[in-house]
């Protein structure tokens, strides 16, 4: 018979004896008493119990930051479910992370993040060598996007990024600025600089005179509003020198609809990356998706620093943190009256889908 079973039937026939008359007010209060002293005592044993452990983990913690100290640092280059890749002194480490550090971390580690890892003698099938990340260290920047429109749930993408270059393309599949706008306030809200690349500049005879005039007046309005502006093709080569100015010595996240062509314009300024190319879909003229997760790439030119993060297509962008309150610090041609009418729609459209702040 269990513990609690046992108390339980004590308990019941104790009712039953004082019911019965077989014992007094003051037998009852008695073992009343002592039931109190025993949950008392048990109270106290946790409490003590608990003070130790803390104690203990304070201990552990401060012994734990010392040793951290003389952990490398690596940066974090591809994230999936259960592992990470962290380049660090030229190797690649195969790396799980502290269930702790789990528990107690706000976001989950992405692309981008610099990490103390504690290095093990194991190493993968693959041959390469496994660790432990330990600690995540502080971001820089942070390039974050929302679950839905509606901005209910944080989905941070890259870290410690310097640029976004968002690519767009001239046709097929054709610009949509409303969400050009969102991925500039996705960076500008994470401290990375933006840069539009209107890309398949090739294209411009397959397309109308009235199509091909709004592209380039966007294209110069954003240049106005502080944006970096360039017109590419990877097929014709056009804008590749000022492409390679933008991204050297700068770690630059690339973002964009799919099939706007990201991956060959990167594959033209540097083929042996040979980043996987997606065609377009000639039933929904929507690019298919080739990345499915973000990962980080050095460049051969420049120093160290000099990388893109290639980041999967994505047909939609919700901003985090973003309300009506704040949103036309993000729009200072609407604020001011300057805006041209798409942009002025642009902005109508975003403050009906973001959250108020009451």
Not at 29 to 58: C, V
Not at 204 to 210: C, H, L, P, R
Request: aromatic letters at 6%; a neutral charge; hydrophobic letters at 40%.
């Amino acid at each position: 018979m269990s513990a609690r079973r046992r108390k339980k039937t004590r308990e019941q026939d104790a009712t039953r004896r004082y019911l019965a008359g077989d014992m007094d007010e003051d037998a009852v209060e008695h073992e009343q008493r002592f039931s109190d002293r025993n949950k008392n005592a048990q109270q106290d044993k946790i409490m003590k119990t608990s003070a130790m452990r803390a104690a203990a983990e304070a201990t552990a913690s401060a012994i734990g930051e010392t040793d951290l100290q003389g952990l490398p640092i690596g940066q974090v280059i591809q994230v999936y479910s259960l592992f990470s890749e962290v380049l660090y002194d030229g190797n690649v480490w195969l790396c799980t992370t502290r269930k702790t550090l789990n528990r107690i971390s706000k976001t989950h580690i992405v692309v981008g993040d610099r990490v103390r890892f504690r290095e093990s003698d194991s190493k993968d099938d693959l041959g390469r060598p496994e660790a432990v990340i330990e600690q995540v260290m502080p971001r820089e920047t942070i390039l974050t996007r929302a679950d839905s429109f509606k901005g209910l749930g944080q989905h941070p993408i890259v870290a410690n990024a310097d640029q976004m270059l968002i690519v767009v393309s001239l046709i097929n599949p054709a610009v949509k600025w409303g969400l050009v706008d969102r991925m500039l306030i996705a960076a500008q809200s994470g401290k990375l600089k933006p840069v539009i690349a209107l890309n398949k500049i090739d294209l411009a005879n397959d397309v109308d005179e009235e199509t091909l005039a709004e592209a380039n007046a966007a294209l110069d309005h954003y240049a106005k509003l502080g944006a970096g502006t360039l017109r590419t093709s990877a097929d014709a080569k056009v804008g590749l020198d000022e492409l390679r100015a933008v991204l050297k010595d700068r770690a630059t996240v690339l973002a964009g609809h799919s099939g706007v062509g990201k991956s060959s314009l990167i594959n033209a300024i540097q083929p042996q990356l040979d980043l996987r190319v997606g065609e377009v879909s000639g039933y929904t003229a929507k690019g298919r998706h080739t990345t499915t997760s973000a990962r980080r790439y050095p460049l051969d030119f420049g120093g160290p620093r000099s990388a893109v993060i290639d980041t999967p297509g994505v047909k939609m962008f919700g901003l985090w943190g973003v309300t009506r309150e704040n949103l036309e610090s993000f729009f200072p041609d609407v604020a001011d009256g300057t805006a041209p009418a798409w942009r002025a729609e642009s902005f109508k459209r975003i403050e009906e889908s973001v959250p108020g702040e009451g």
